[in-house]
Antibody, heavy 120, light 113 residues
Framework: EVQLVESGGGLVQPGRSLRLTCITSGFTFGDYAMSWVRQAPGKGLEWVGRIRNNFYGATTQYAASVKDRFSISRDDSKGVAYLQMSSLKTEDTAVYYC???????????WGQGALVTVSS | DIVLTQSPDSLGVSLGERATINCTSSQSVFDSSSNENYLAWYQQKPGQPPKLLIYWASNRESGVPDRLSGSGSGTDFTLTISSLQAEDVAVYFCQQYYRIPLTFGPGTKVDIK
């Protein structure tokens, strides 16, 4: 069974940093691209960014709203993906979901999400 | 960026009746080389993460009931629930994976009338 478990969420002050971790199991992590999607309270879904697998050089792409502030990385030996968030803003408050990207590009498995609250 | 719009915003349907949700893309998400539409549908129930229902606009994910179906091509797509069940109460999102940034529609809330 594919499992994605996020951790590292919490309350953080504006301008500070936070790192989310996504621990995976049940599939060959190195075969897949991974992505982060967020959902502000009561709002819709917003793609944050993705990291391709090592076959494609583990390249990353980001939404404009987080580019240059957020960074996604992966450790294939541990089956873990990370979302490093810096210079956090109040508008970054959201539940952050770790997702697996299926071969053709959609999000076929999701974690339960980690709540990040940015507030002073 | 590809902008997805959905209609209606919310929908009340009687049990056993048909529910239809529309998704319109600001540009075509059809790729002629693969002959595929890069469009997916997700279902999100309260307090849960989204769940993939449909990919390539009309391919049902494993385990998804056949009363849920997707159709459309190019810029206009539809998710149909042929006979609404209580467990179908949720918010439904469309998503394009044709171009970066990946984008979602705003969602359609489906309730029991």
């Amino acid at each position: 069974e594919v499992q994605l478990v996020e951790s590292g969420g919490g309350l953080v002050q504006p301008g500070r940093s936070l790192r989310l971790t996504c621990i995976t199991s049940g599939f060959t992590f190195g075969d897949y691209a991974m992505s982060w999607v967020r959902q502000a309270p009561g709002k819709g879904l917003e793609w944050v960014g993705r990291i391709r697998n090592n076959f494609y050089g583990a390249t990353t792409q980001y939404a404009a709203s987080v580019k240059d502030r957020f960074s996604i990385s992966r450790d294939d030996s541990k089956g873990v993906a990370y979302l490093q968030m810096s210079s956090l803003k109040t508008e970054d408050t959201a539940v952050y979901y770790c997702t697996r990207i299926c071969s053709w590009g959609c999000f076929d498995n999701w974690g339960q999400g980690a709540l990040v609250t940015v507030s002073s | 960026d590809i902008v997805l719009t959905q209609s209606p915003d919310s929908l009340g349907v009687s049990l056993g009746e048909r529910a239809t949700i529309n998704c319109t893309s600001s540009q075509s998400v059809f790729d002629s080389s693969s002959n595929e539409n890069y469009l997916a549908w997700y279902q999100q129930k309260p307090g849960q993460p989204p769940k993939l229902l449909i990919y390539w606009a009309s391919n049902r994910e494993s385990g998804v009931p056949d009363r849920l179906s997707g159709s459309g091509s190019g810029t206009d797509f539809t998710l149909t629930i042929s006979s609404l069940q209580a467990e179908d109460v949720a918010v439904y999102f469309c998503q394009q994976y044709y171009r970066i940034p990946l984008t979602f529609g705003p969602g359609t809330k489906v309730d029991i009338k």
